[in-house]
């Protein structure tokens, strides 16, 4: 009863969740799981455990298959290296395995890329959310800068103007 009771308080008085799949599990936890659970504890649902059980399987299936999917996922990545430790370390030490593995003529390539790009904007549209709640405003050298940091190009000690 007391771990009931602990369950039904913790579920209240959570944080609503952001993402669809997780509201739904919510709400089926708070207008579902949370009566089952009073009245079978307090003996008003015939085979409660059985119905307990069969419910619970229904409510988190999504959850399984989805930790199922990101096994099998890393499974499928761990094979395709093929005994390296990385993808960078495929390209450098075995270029034409890498080619045809992870390649522009692999399978999947476009979705990879198509990956990366989202990811390479949703990190820059972060980075410039971050620069407007600090107002902050990058310099000519930065907006000119590449990837990884400003040019490295210098100016030489005989053309600089000491005076």
Not at 39 to 47: A, E, H, N
Request: without cysteine.
């Amino acid at each position: 009863m007391i771990k009931t009771l602990e369950f039904g308080i913790n579920k209240l008085f959570e944080s609503d969740r952001v993402q669809p799949d997780a509201i739904e599990r919510q709400q089926d936890e708070r207008f579902i799981r949370l009566p089952l659970e009073t009245f079978g504890v307090l003996g008003f649902i015939p085979f409660y455990k059985d119905i307990r059980k069969i419910v619970l399987a229904d409510m988190y299936k999504g959850l399984r298959k989805a930790k199922k999917d990101a096994a099998n996922k890393k499974k499928r990545k761990e094979e395709m290296l093929q005994g390296y430790d990385s993808e960078s370390d495929m390209k450098r030490y075995d270029f034409p395995l890498w080619e045809r593995t992870f390649g522009p003529d692999s399978p999947g390539y476009e979705t990879r890329q198509a990956e990366k790009e989202l990811k390479r904007k949703a990190r820059k549209l972060r980075q410039q959310e971050k620069d407007k709640m600090y107002d902050y405003t990058p310099s000519k050298k930065e907006k000119n800068s590449s990837l990884f940091g400003p040019s490295t190009k210098r100016k030489s000690k005989s053309s600089s103007k000491l005076f």
